[in-house]
T-cell receptor, first 111, second 109 residues
Framework: EAQVTQNPRYLITVTGKKLTVTCSQN?????MSWYRQDPGLGLRQIYY???????DKGDVPEGYKVSRKEKRNFPLILESPSPNQTSLYFC??????????FGPGTRLTVL | SQQGEEDPQALSIQEGENATMNCSYK?????LQWYRQNSGRGLVHLIL?????REKHSGRLRVTLDTSKKSSSLLITASRAADTASYFC?????????FGGGTRVLVKP
């Protein structure tokens, strides 16, 4: 089954404790991206990647890191999480200029 | 600021009625996409319309695109309770996809 998976689905952590949210897709898509969704603000793009070893900043990249060492994986790293990074995070993948396939989301709470 | 802005922000209709929502954007685009999101879940792609297309249909969905006005509309005909969701437009420009704030649609049985 074609899908985008994210782990964990739910995470509660404390300020400053490094964390990684994994994202994996099995559709051989070149394009992957991370979004955060906050009430009243819609989805905002954090980072995106056009292919392996090619990443670029989205609209809200501060406080986040990404890597794209393999085509199927695109982890999101929070080196020192802060409470304002409490949000619902989505990973997505697609072929260039095509519909995006979204993961189920990761609900992160930073205390 | 967001590239796409949906209007209205919320819409409440009776089952069987049509629902129309609009999306305006600011810069040139490659395509415009519409997505649906049920509460707290991942987004599901509905329709993609390219910049050289003016109208597209998929089942009960009809999307129009007017590049001269930089606007698009999504029409859901004969709505059902299961159509209750948030609907987002997203504009693709270069390598980026930018989402609007969404329209919350409530279909009352």
């Amino acid at each position: 089954e074609a899908q985008v998976t994210q782990n964990p689905r739910y995470l509660i952590t404390v300020t400053g404790k490094k964390l990684t949210v994994t994202c994996s897709q099995n559709m051989n898509h070149e394009y992957m991206s991370w979004y955060r969704q906050d009430p009243g603000l819609g989805l905002r793009q954090i980072y995106y990647s056009m292919n392996v070893e090619v990443t670029d900043k989205g609209d809200v990249p501060e406080g986040y890191k990404v890597s794209r060492k393999e085509k199927r994986n695109f982890p999101l790293i929070l080196e020192s999480p802060s409470p304002n990074q409490t949000s619902l995070y989505f990973c997505a993948s697609s072929s260039p200029y095509s519909e995006q396939f979204f993961g189920p989301g990761t609900r992160l709470t930073v205390l | 600021s967001q590239q796409g802005e949906e209007d209205p922000q919320a819409l409440s209709i009776q089952e069987g009625e049509n629902a129309t929502m609009n999306c305006s954007y600011k810069t040139s685009i490659n395509n415009l996409q519409w997505y649906r999101q049920n509460s707290g879940r991942g987004l599901v792609h509905l329709i993609l319309i390219r910049s050289n297309e003016r109208e597209k249909h998929s089942g009960r969905l009809r999307v129009t695109l007017d590049t001269s006005k930089k606007s698009s509309s999504l029409l859901i005909t004969a709505s059902r309770a299961a159509d209750t969701a948030s609907y987002f437009c997203a504009t693709a420009a270069g390598n980026k996809l930018t989402f609007g704030g969404g329209t919350r649609v409530l279909v009352k049985p």
